[in-house]
């Protein structure tokens, strides 16, 4: 079976262009399935299941999706090996531009909006600096010159890594997403991998259900802004 | 670029400011540092890399990759093509086209049909240089060959530019600083007159001119086009260019479709326009998904694209006095 997970912000077209690569896949016999991670609610599972496609959901309610992942993702694997699929793509959203689930070895698929604007490649941290192919939604919506832009700046975010535009409503670009999909290592056993970065830090109170603001309750991991009318903080 | 670890980081920021706009983005603070860049990155706490989201070799590994990606766009030729081939596939009833289309630089070719008729998948395949592997099977020779895979991947070098009807500035830039952007990002090696060049081309186009300060939110319909065309014929990468109508008022389309040709462009133009339309050597006409047929403009309709445009100078005639306020009461002349 191959592993891909696929990670990017909220909206930004992934359930889409998911859709329409897995229809390509599907047409070339492949079995396809999705495990879909979000936070809060998610109804992407109907529309998987719409185009009849296994899915497996993972809330992970007051814990990050993507540390959710983590401990979930070699149930995924039992899950997709129990369905037959040659294929499970995992989707997760980048909630806070710094975590993402991508791991070494397994294909990582980042997917980013031109919509968001020329600079968004720049803000956004692993989840694209260290993906193995960047996709790029809603090309059709921003002028030509943007979309040179935007190009440009994601190749000097992730240089060196493959980038395409898909547009999620189309399809138009799929079928060379579904071919880098087709040429994805195969993941056997994930026991001992490792992810490409670690994950931000949660030890301060508030990560554990606090909610009173003062500065007794900061404590831990805790960092302070600076700003510029004091000189150095105390 | 072996010892690039041993470079002094001051230096190192200097030849190479993406590295000094890298560490930047990681909110890592460079000024001053005369150490090699390997014992700066020993020095910084792991802290600075846990905030970085990235670990000591993961950044020497990313800044030799933004280096070699620099050099590697500096170095592209900028791809001209000398021909585009289109095989024909089938249309929506599995129909083959048993067509084949050669495109030269310099040429412009329309597509006519009517609405949903397939004119956007056509353009489609063109864009993502089929190769069979699209719902019309259809494919596309560059220069003779399947294009490599290499080609079809390079993002900010496509070899198609698209200038789509529905497009819109996400960015709110004034027409110099967005021209000046992107001709940075195309490395032009004087982007300041490139930008002046640009600007001044697209005026020439339409008839409500715009200067270079205005934000290109606030440009009509129009000037959007003009602008948009003249960047694509002169600062574009891409050496196929693909139009999804241009009738939009307020665009000179024989001046815009001479500008594009200049470039050494393929130009192809799905329209409705008869101006545009009997002006190419060829037209595609697009019937239920498929090409149906590809016309050769014949000399009866040379002669009346000659009278069709004494009409239209008629009607933006009239447009432009109604603009500046006049009456339109004469007897107007229809023998063309
Ligand atoms: N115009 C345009 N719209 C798109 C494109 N791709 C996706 N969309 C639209 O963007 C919206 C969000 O798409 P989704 O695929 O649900 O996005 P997502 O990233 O899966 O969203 P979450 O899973 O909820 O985070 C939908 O309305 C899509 O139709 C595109 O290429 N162009
Ligand atoms: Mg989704």
């Known amino acids: 079976m191959r592993l891909i997970t696929v990670a990017g912000s909220p909206s930004v077209g992934k359930t889409s262009v998911i859709l329409r690569a897995s229809e390509i896949l599907r047409q070339e016999g492949l079995k396809v399935g999705i495990a879909k991670f979000d936070s809060l609610s998610t ?13 497996a959901v993972g809330l992970a309610g007051a814990l990050c999706p993507d540390h959710y992942f983590v401990s979930n993702v070699e149930d995924c694997m039992a899950w997709g090996q129990r369905q037959e699929l040659d294929i499970l793509i995992s989707e997760s959203a980048g909630l806070c531009n710094r975590c993402s689930p991508h791991i070494g070895g397994v294909m990582a698929v980042c997917v980013v909006d031109a919509l968001a604007g020329v600079h968004t490649p720049k803000k956004i941290g692993p989840m694209l600096r260290l993906a193995d192919l960047v996709v790029i939604t809603k090309g059709d919506i921003v002028s030509q010159v943007e979309r040179e832009v935007f190009a440009y700046q994601t190749r000097l975010a992730n240089p060196g890594a493959r980038a395409l535009f898909c547009n999620g409503i189309t399809g138009q670009g799929a079928a060379d997403l579904a071919r880098a999909i087709h040429q994805a290592p195969e993941t056997d056993v994930l026991e001992g991998a490792r992810l490409r970065f670690p994950m931000p830090a949660a030890v ?8 009173a603001i003062g500065e007794t309750h900061q404590r831990g991991n805790v960092k302070k802004m600076r700003f510029n009318d004091r000189s150095e903080a105390a | 670029m072996n010892n690039l670890a041993e470079m ?6 200097t030849t190479h400011p993406c590295v000094a706009d890298f560490f930047g983005s990681l909110g890592l603070a460079t000024a001053n540092v005369p150490h090699p860049l390997a014992t700066w990155l020993e020095q910084l706490p792991d802290e600075a890399f846990f905030d970085a989201g990235m670990e000591r070799e993961q950044i020497l590994t990313h800044i030799k990759r933004l280096i070699d990606e620099i050099q590697a766009m500096g170095e592209a030729d900028n791809g001209q093509v000398g021909s585009l081939i289109l095989i024909g596939g089938r249309d929506k009833s599995g129909v083959a086209e048993n067509i084949q289309l050669n495109l030269r630089a310099g040429e412009i070719v329309c597509i006519v049909g009517p609405t949903g008729s397939g004119k956007s998948r056509l353009l489609g395949d063109i864009e993502c240089l089929a190769q069979g592997d699209t719902p019309s099977g259809r494919r596309v020779l560059i220069d003779g060959r399947p294009p490599d895979d290499e080609r079809r991947y390079t993002l900010d070098r496509k070899l198609v530019a698209q200038l789509s009807q529905n497009m819109n500035f996400v960015v709110d830039l004034s027409v110099r600083e967005f021209i000046d952007m992107h001709a940075r990002c195309r490395m032009v090696a004087d982007p300041e007159a490139m930008t002046g060049q640009v600007i001044a081309c697209a005026n020439d186009l339409t008839g409500e001119k715009f200067t270079a300060e205005v934000s290109v939110t606030q440009l009509s319909g129009g000037q959007t086009r003009a602008l948009m065309i003249a960047d694509a014929a002169l600062l574009s990468a891409s050496p196929i260019v693909l139009i999804d109508e241009i009738e939009n008022a307020g665009v000179d389309r024989k001046r815009a479709l001479e500008l594009l040709v200049t470039g050494e462009k393929i130009v192809l133009i799905s329209t409705h326009d008869p101006l545009l339309a009997l002006r190419g050597d060829r037209r595609i006409v697009i019937r239920n998904g498929g090409i149906a047929e590809i016309i050769v403009t014949s000399d009866l309709e040379r002669r009346n694209l000659e009278r069709i445009e004494r009409l239209d100078a008629t009607i933006m005639d009239i447009r432009d006095r109604l603009r500046r306020g006049l009456r339109i009461e004469e007897d107007i002349l229809w023998t063309a």
Request: with cysteine.
């Open chain 1, 43 to 55: 109804s992407d599972d109907k529309l998987y299941a719409q185009k009849s496609f296994p899915v």
């Open chain 1, 204 to 211: 301060c109170p508030y990560c554990v259900g606090e909610t």
């Open chain 2, 8 to 13: 002094p980081l001051d230096s190192l920021l």
